[in-house]
């Protein structure tokens, strides 16, 4: 029993060390961003799975409970995907699965996930995860200010307790109330944008072990 025991031990220890190295970890961005191939059969069952990451993707920011549970509460009513580039008028309350590009005109209280480039003319209270740049006319204007992950540039033009979380840069010209995550490139005509250095959400960034 003792030997078995010893065996099971060294194969768990095993097992740890290589899901500890760099190359095999996982990060919740890279897993959202994979949501549109990933998705299960039912509108149900993605809503289910695409909430669980964000749970973990906000608590990854280390948000303030209010802030936190206003996030956590967006619970979409409906999935949208669309394989060409996705174009919509209003949308809220939903899923939205992107295979590529997506331009919204009005998003609220909606998870929006993007592996190509996005762009939000009206955008309040959503959680925005894309590969590419992000480009959003008005954040915040119609709810609270949206969590906007991006791989790319982030670029905003009215940002009001806007959180960003962009390595490659977020500029705004007006920016109220906002704080960005990983962003070391961060510009504004009017308003301070702080900055708040955590665990990678990418692998890419791991990779490239550059911090803000």
């Given at each position: 029993?003792?030997?078995?025991?010893?065996?099971?031990?060294?194969?768990?220890?095993?097992?740890?060390?290589?899901?500890?190295?760099?190359?095999?970890?996982?990060y919740v961005g890279d897993?959202?961003?994979?949501?549109?191939?990933?998705?299960?059969?039912?509108?149900?069952?993605?809503?289910?799975?695409?909430?669980?990451?964000?749970?973990?993707?906000?608590?990854?920011?280390?948000?303030?409970?209010?802030?936190?549970?206003?996030?956590?509460?967006?619970?979409?009513?409906?999935?949208?995907?669309?394989?060409?580039?996705?174009?919509?008028?209003?949308?809220?309350?939903?899923?939205?699965?992107?295979?590529?590009?997506?331009?919204?005109?009005?998003?609220?209280?909606?998870?929006?996930?993007?592996?190509?480039?996005?762009?939000?003319?009206?955008?309040?209270?959503?959680?925005?995860?894309?590969?590419?740049?992000?480009?959003?006319?008005?954040?915040?204007?119609?709810?609270?200010?949206?969590?906007?992950?991006?791989?790319?540039?982030?670029?905003?033009?009215?940002?009001?307790?806007?959180?960003?979380?962009?390595?490659?840069?977020?500029?705004?010209?007006?920016?109220?109330?906002?704080?960005?995550?990983?962003?070391?490139?961060?510009?504004?005509?009017?308003?301070?944008?702080?900055?708040?250095?955590?665990?990678?959400?990418?692998?890419?960034?791991?990779?490239?072990?550059?911090?803000?």
């Amino acid at each position: 029993m003792s030997t078995l025991r010893g065996h099971v031990h060294a194969v768990s220890t095993v097992l740890l060390a290589v899901l500890l190295l760099p190359g095999c970890a996982t990060y919740v961005g890279d897993r959202l961003l994979k949501l549109p191939r990933d998705a299960a059969a039912t509108d149900a069952d993605v809503i289910e799975q695409t909430r669980a990451r964000v749970r973990e993707l906000v608590e990854s920011l280390g948000l303030p409970g209010e802030r936190a549970a206003k996030l956590l509460e967006i619970a979409p009513t409906g999935v949208i995907r669309d394989t060409q580039p996705l174009k919509s008028e209003f949308i809220d309350r939903q899923l939205v699965l992107a295979e590529g590009d997506a331009d919204i005109a009005f998003a609220s209280n909606c998870i929006i996930i993007a592996p190509g480039i996005l762009h939000v003319s009206h955008s309040g209270n959503n959680v925005i995860v894309a590969d590419g740049d992000v480009d959003i006319s008005h954040d915040g204007s119609l709810a609270q200010g949206s969590l906007v992950v991006s791989r790319g540039r982030v670029t905003i033009g009215h940002a009001a307790d806007t959180l960003v979380y962009a390595p490659g840069g977020v500029e705004i010209s007006h920016a109220n109330g906002v704080r960005a995550f990983n962003t070391p490139d961060r510009q504004s005509s009017w308003g301070e944008i702080d900055n708040l250095t955590i665990k990678p959400l990418f692998r890419e960034e791991a990779r490239s072990g550059t911090r803000p």
